[in-house]
């Protein structure tokens, strides 16, 4: 522990100097850098067709529970304002960053960012105003490849991230909630993050404030070199609380070259589901008490390895290298698909070497949730309706049900709202009818207290039945 009072002029003298580039820092030193850097960081300007109605009832309908923390926890900064919630079916506007990495007009930014986008428009530091034309997107890292034709423009150099060890200082530059160019600092504050929902990546984390709108915009170290690209915040609240996650800039560098040449990244996928090795395990499956490799839970009927890796086998090592929970997925992607290559397993109490063919990894899912598309107006129920999909079903805890419609929005003094009806219900049935699509429910009768309509609904994984009879349930 240091004294209350230093006294020791050799050693006030020796911290000083130690400090003194952390005061200039703090002092203003990053402005030669930001001067340096902010011509080339842009704003991206993405015109997009509307989230679905059955994602917006589901997230209504999940909003306060227990799981809904969990879901936004790990938040992607998709858009700054003017995103909004448009109607079903029409556009809306979102915006994120990025930066330019060569003179002609290639720009970096998130997929996530323009994925999906009806039209794509880079707003450059100098006020104007550009169409884009996305070159390629990589779903695994989340980044894309934009070109800009306007003249000359300055660019930024994708660097490495070994260029800053855990500690040093670190700037972003992004458009937060779309107030314009905006510069924070911090520290690289860990290296290596790996976050479920990007298990191919090991992320550098910062504590510079990230917010929404700050999505491709770079992580600078204090000379100006690129040393990742934003894209993620860890949060309770949807604000930055200091944990953000920039791409690293070697693995940018090689996406981008695959980008800028064949419009896409191809990596190796081996097809199968592993669960982590424990000592119970090890004791039962390799007949000794420490874990090693991972264990094959499920093999894809007809994906690359089926017939050479089996359900029960233990992955040991791909090629030479020894596997684990944490690697597997970072090793097969980088093989190129077709490519054979040895793995070991034990099985059944035997080391045997296996040759297998590794396959094209399949790009992951947009959010499923959006796959239920637009709503339905049911007029005699005066409600509206939305197919559902599987993940919907799994969000709605209903994973076991097949089909099935959404309520997205009621008429309070409605028939549907009047017998208890809520936005985010799933209905299965109509009566005895199974109901697979809106056409099932759109053409309905007016129910009356004579002549009801009875409906199954599940509710938070609840299923109960619902009299409709036209006045209010007592």
């Known amino acids: 522990m240091l004294p209350d009072r230093l006294t020791s002029p050799t050693l006030a003298c020796a911290l000083f100097l130690l400090l003194e580039p952390?005061?200039?820092?703090?002092n203003g030193g990053y402005a030669a850098l930001v001067k340096q850097v902010a011509p080339s960081v842009v704003t991206v300007l993405v015109e997009e067709n509307g989230e679905s109605a059955a994602q917006r009832a589901v997230e209504r309908a999940t909003a306060d529970s227990p799981d809904s923390d969990a879901r936004a926890f790990m938040r992607r900064m998709l858009s700054g304002p003017g995103g909004g919630n448009p109607p079903p079916g029409a556009s809306g506007s979102a915006l994120g960053s990025g930066f330019v990495i060569s003179a002609d007009g290639l720009i970096v930014t998130n997929r996530h960012v323009v994925a999906g986008a009806r039209s794509v428009r880079v707003k450059l530091p100098d006020g104007r105003e550009v169409p884009a034309q996305v070159i390629g997107l990589d779903a695994t890292t989340d980044i894309a490849l934009l070109r800009v034709s306007a003249g000359r423009l300055s660019a930024l150099h994708l660097g490495s991230s070994d260029k800053v060890s855990i500690g040093d200082p670190v700037v972003a530059i992004g458009n937060p909630f779309g107030l314009g160019q905006s510069v924070t600092a911090g520290i690289l504050s860990a290296r290596g993050r790996v976050l479920e929902e990007d298990p191919y990546i090991d992320f550098l984390q910062t504590d510079a404030a990230i917010n929404l709108g700050n999505s491709g915009g770079p992580l600078l170290?204090?000379?100006?070199?690129?040393?990742?690209?934003?894209?993620?915040?860890?949060?309770?609240?949807?604000?930055?609380?200091?944990?953000?996650?920039?791409?690293?800039?070697?693995?940018?560098?090689?996406?981008?070259?695959?980008?800028?040449?064949?419009?896409?990244?191809?990596?190796?996928?081996?097809?199968?589901?592993?669960?982590?090795?424990?000592?119970?395990?090890?004791?039962?499956?390799?007949?000794?008490?420490?874990?090693?490799?991972?264990?094959?839970?499920?093999?894809?009927?007809?994906?690359?390895?089926?017939?050479?890796?089996?359900?029960?086998?233990?992955?040991?090592?791909?090629?030479?290298?020894?596997?684990?929970i944490a690697t597997l997925g970072k090793i097969v992607v980088r093989m190129r698909p077709g490519s054979t290559v040895n793995v070991s397993v034990m099985r059944e109490g035997n080391e045997l070497p296996i040759a297998v063919t590794t396959g094209q990894l399949p790009d992951p899912p947009d959010d499923a949730l959006q796959a239920g598309g637009s709503d339905t107006w049911v007029p005699n129920l005066e409600l509206g309706v939305a197919k559902a999909t599987a993940d919907i079903r799994k969000a709605l805890k209903a994973p076991d049900e097949v089909g099935g419609l959404v309520v997205t929005q009621l008429r309070h003094d409605g028939p549907g709202a009047q017998a208890g009806l809520k936005v985010g219900d799933l209905i299965t049935h109509a009566g005895t009818k199974r109901l697979e699509d809106v056409a099932d429910l759109a053409t309905v009768s007016k129910p009356t207290s004579s002549q009801p309509l009875l409906l199954r609904v599940i509710r938070t994984g609840s299923p109960g039945f619902i009299a409709v009879t036209g006045s209010e349930q007592r």
């Open 22 to 26: 952390l005061a200039d820092a703090a």
């Open 221 to 324: 170290s204090t000379d100006g070199v690129v040393v990742g690209v934003n894209t993620a915040i860890l949060t309770p609240s949807g604000g930055s609380v200091g944990l953000g996650f920039a791409i690293p800039a070697e693995t940018v560098t090689a996406v981008i070259a695959e980008l800028q040449a064949h419009g896409k990244v191809s990596r190796g996928y081996l097809g199968i589901e592993v669960q982590a090795m424990t000592p119970g395990l090890a004791r039962v499956l390799l007949g000794r008490d420490t874990p090693a490799g991972v264990l094959i839970t499920a093999v894809e009927p007809t994906g690359p390895t089926t017939g050479e890796l089996m359900v029960g086998d233990v992955l040991l090592s791909v090629g030479s290298t020894a596997v684990t």
